[in-house]
């Protein structure tokens, strides 16, 4: 008599002789999947590893004179986008070396993946004989050694082929490539037509608007508002391209005048292709990096933690704090250390346990398990300045002028967010920006009065995550019509 009463391992199917096939194929798996999850091999794992890495603060040179010199550790900043350009080491092409594309993005501080070294092309003398970088000298962009484990990746183009372009202009490619060859070459130009030949040979100053050559095909670089989707979000595409103003210069009055008339070097080149540079402004700027990747340093922790709360906007710090309180079902400002960790990881910081809990028990005083959250989120804040106080007071006070009172409702009515800089830019719509912006209120009654106080402390949170006054500014003014 058959036994039908067997064992859950045998399936029908399975061969004779072979009955616990399949049953171990998946426990093979299923192990295999644990494995790697502990070591930290999983893939999600590694993406979300290399994106963090990618985002940590990285070191500006602070310059000694007004010059741009090689080894300079700097940014790029192009005027067409307003963003920076930045390595997606997450994102490696598909061709025979070993490359990574290229974009510009949107960013408020340094970050590993936005920060550049200009190194000299070694093959060709130095006729200046100093380590200033000239207009017309031949040179190498690099990207951060700490992106690649110390590799080095050239910014380096190729001709316009059919088979080799840019993924979505399909202009000229460009990308991030190991390979020492002379399509990593690059030269300077004045951005003004007008003096460029007579500004070949001369020192690049720090504050200049620079075109930036490719030498091997003579084409500017150049980045426009083509949205690139990457797992750092909406990033705009780089790539190489001329972009010329089309109006003729008036040749007659040129040589009546001893000028030069050639017609297409004396046209004005699009804001594609200018490029700005960003050094570091204060001495506190430029450090050591290799303490930023050491973690047993608290301090270095937290200075990570604070990078990747700015990397979020400039309603970063004002996100984070809105999770804890969620969570503070008693309203006494106490979380316990398992609310911690994954409201930190609830808000997109990804740190390993052992880096949670060292930083969990600095502010762990009594040893209680239990910390005070305001006092973690104190060590991010920043004392406003005397200049964006300013500007705080302007709008609160412009908001009770023509409101009569500040709520939630009448700032509602009053905000202008059509000019607000992530609408312009195109990364946000002009409904996201305004739910962004009541959403970290987390007020429950719109018609309830908001003290300056309270005003000024939403503010302060927004200050700490931008960096730049100007930006803070342009962000008031715009908002609040002032």
């Known amino acids: 008599m058959h036994n039908y009463n067997v064992d859950h391992k045998y399936k029908f199917q399975t061969r004779i002789g072979n009955w616990f096939e399949e049953w171990e194929l998946d426990e093979t798996k299923k192990k295999d999947y644990l494995k790697n999850r502990q070591n930290g091999q999983l893939a999600s794992i590694v993406k979300d590893t290399k994106t963090n890495f990618s985002l940590r603060l990285a070191s500006l040179t602070f310059p000694q004179d007004d010059y ?18 930045s390595i997606d080491i997450q994102e490696k092409l598909k061709i025979e070396e070993e490359a990574y594309n290229i974009t510009t993005a949107s960013t408020s501080q340094p970050t590993v993946r936005s920060v550049f070294v200009i190194i000299p092309y070694t093959k060709e003398p130095n006729y200046y004989g100093d380590d200033v970088l000239h207009y ?7 990207a951060n050694p700490r992106i690649s484990n110390n590799k080095t990746f050239y910014l380096h183009s190729l001709p316009q082929t059919p088979t080799r372009c840019a993924k979505i202009s399909r202009k000229q490619e460009v990308c991030a490539i190991e390979s020492d060859v002379f399509n990593t070459v690059w030269k300077f130009e004045h951005a003004d ?13 720090s504050d200049d608007t620079v075109l930036i050559k490719h030498s091997f095909t003579q084409h500017w670089l150049a980045s426009d508002d083509i949205i690139y989707q990457n797992d750092f979000g909406r990033e705009r595409e780089v790539f190489v391209h001329s972009y010329q103003c089309l109006n003729k210069t008036q040749n007659l009055i040129a040589e009546k005048e001893g000028r030069t008339t050639i017609d297409i070097p004396l046209r004005n080149q699009e804001p594609q292709n200018l490029w700005k540079f960003q050094v570091a402004r204060k001495q506190n700027e430029q450090f050591d990096e290799s303490v930023m990747d050491d973690n047993r340093n608290v301090k270095n922790l937290m200075i990570r933690v604070k990078q990747q709360i700015t990397s979020k906007g400039s309603y970063g710090l004002r996100g984070l704090a809105k999770i804890f309180m969620e969570m503070d079902q008693n309203n006494n400002g106490v979380v316990e250390y398992n609310d911690f960790k994954w409201g930190l990881r609830n808000f997109g910081l990804n740190l390993s346990e052992d880096e949670t809990k060292m930083i969990f028990q600095t502010f762990d005083k009594n040893g209680n398990g239990k910390i005070e959250f305001n006092e973690f989120l104190d060590a991010f804040r920043s004392q406003m300045s005397d200049k964006r106080l300013y500007y705080v007071q302007r709008a609160y006070a412009s908001i009770e002028q023509k409101a009569g009172k500040v709520t939630l409702e009448t700032m509602g009515r009053l905000i202008n967010v059509k000019e607000h800089p992530d609408v312009l830019k195109g990364y946000k719509t ?5 739910q962004d912006f009541v959403s970290h209120w987390n007020k429950a009654n719109p018609d309830r009065v908001i003290s300056f106080q309270e005003f000024g402390e939403f503010y302060q949170d927004v200050s700490s995550s931008v960096q730049q006054d100007e930006t803070f500014e342009a962000i008031l003014k715009k908002l609040w019509n002032l």
């Open 193 to 205: 037509p007008k003096i460029r030949f007579e500004m070949e040979g001369q020192p690049v100053r």
């Open 136 to 142: 017309g000298q031949h040179f190498r962009i690099v």
């Open 68 to 85: 741009i010199h090689f080894g300079f550790h700097l940014m790029l900043q192009n005027l067409k986008t307003q963003g920076f350009l």
């Open 430 to 434: 002009e409904r996201q920006v305004f």
